[in-house]
């Protein structure tokens, strides 16, 4: 018998009903319909995942998005967008490569 993959939950609920409390509501007010689609938001979270590398939180999100009505394609494309943003800001920091200060 294995345990289960422990989540962000079991964290905070370790830390206490109040912050338990407190981040639940956080994540429930920023994920609820709005300017943005439940949809959209869960994208964005799933492509935000994507860009700082957490398999965990991609396969969490993942799973917010399927049942937000996402499809696999706008999922690769949200990751995709991840991924240009990552490389666009390697290209960014190896810009002092440019400099010709020795």
């Known amino acids: 018998m294995t345990d289960k993959e422990k989540t962000t939950e079991d964290f905070t609920e370790a ?3 109040e912050v338990d409390h407190a981040f639940r509501n956080l994540a429930a007010a920023i994920m609820k319909e ?3 689609s439940s949809k959209e938001k869960a994208l964005i979270a799933l492509a935000c995942s994507a860009a700082v590398k957490c398999e ?3 396969r969490r999100h993942r799973e917010t ?3 937000a ?3 696999q394609e706008e999922m690769l494309e949200a990751a995709a967008i991840a991924g240009l943003v990552r490389m666009g800001s390697g290209f ?3 810009t002092i ?3 010709n200060e020795d």
């Open 65 to 67: 998005a399927r049942k």
């Open 56 to 58: 965990r939180c991609v």
């Open 69 to 71: 009505g996402a499809s």
């Open 97 to 99: 490569l440019l400099d």
């Open 15 to 17: 830390l206490g009903k």
């Open 34 to 36: 709005g300017s943005l």
């Open 92 to 94: 960014n920091a190896a």
